[in-house]
């Protein structure tokens, strides 16, 4: 069964620049969720759909930050514009739905800005 | 709110030598439980999950984990490490929140194995 797959694997931009973020999930998993992994923490949410539904989004930086999941499968995170303190490993995750426990982790996308 | 505490930043074991890594939480019900292994430049990898039952739980890699309620901890161990357990572990807590689940990470525990 294959994971969580995430592209690009690395990005370089410089600061101001836009940046977009590709994850498709594990099939048939309903929740997605996108984490920022700042260098030596934990990953932290920032936005979990349900579906196409975005049904916490809290954490997300809203003036910069943008995502969507327009069919309920695949997701876009984007950054614009992007600033130095962007830079991170951005996670997605999935799970099966409303009541499952267990997320599933993909490689991630590090984001290095100028 | 719920909160992950992982005191040990780094730990150096031999290989072949016992490991355990600790994990509080704070969490006013019965927490849901896990431990996640990243190696460099890779996502995270689920260990072992608690969510009821026997307190001690087996995971991948011959990783095993023990709760216990009454100190709020979550410690993962291993009897012998192997130099490719060298990684970074985080403990995860997680509530249910509007139907999905809400994870809290701790900050992780790097662990270097020396051969």
């Known amino acids: 069964e294959a994971g969580v797959v995430q592209s690009p694997r690395y990005k370089i931009i410089e600061k101001k620049q836009p940046v977009a973020f590709w994850c498709n999930p594990i099939s048939g998993h309903n929740t997605l969720y996108w984490y920022l992994q700042n260098l030596g923490q934990g990953p932290e949410l920032l936005i979990r759909?349900?579906?196409?539904?975005?049904?916490?989004d809290s954490q997300l930086p809203k003036d910069r930050f943008s995502a969507e999941r327009l069919k309920g499968v695949d997701s876009t995170l984007k950054i614009q514009p992007a600033e130095l303190g962007d830079s991170a490993v951005y996670l997605c995750a999935s799970s099966l739905g409303q009541g499952a426990h267990t997320q599933y982790f993909g490689p991630g996308t590090r984001l290095t800005v100028l | 709110a719920q909160s992950v505490t992982q005191p040990d930043i780094h730990i150096t074991v031999s290989e072949g030598a016992s490991l355990e890594l600790r994990c509080n939480y704070s969490?006013?019900?019965?927490?849901?439980l896990f431990w996640y292994v990243q190696s460099p430049g890779q996502g995270l990898q689920l260990l072992l999950k608690y969510f009821s039952g026997d307190t001690l739980v087996q995971g991948i890699k011959g990783f095993e984990a023990e709760f216990k309620r009454s100190q709020s901890s979550f410690n993962l161990r291993k009897p012998s490490v192997h130099w490719s357990d060298a990684a970074e572990y985080f403990c995860?807590?997680?509530?249910?929140?509007?139907?999905?689940?809400?994870?809290?990470f701790g900050t992780g525990t790097q662990l270097k194995v020396e051969l």
């Open positions: 759909y349900e579906n196409e539904e975005a049904v916490d």
């Open positions: 969490y006013g019900a019965t927490p849901y």
């Open positions: 995860a807590v997680g509530e249910e929140e509007g139907g999905g689940n809400k994870l809290t």
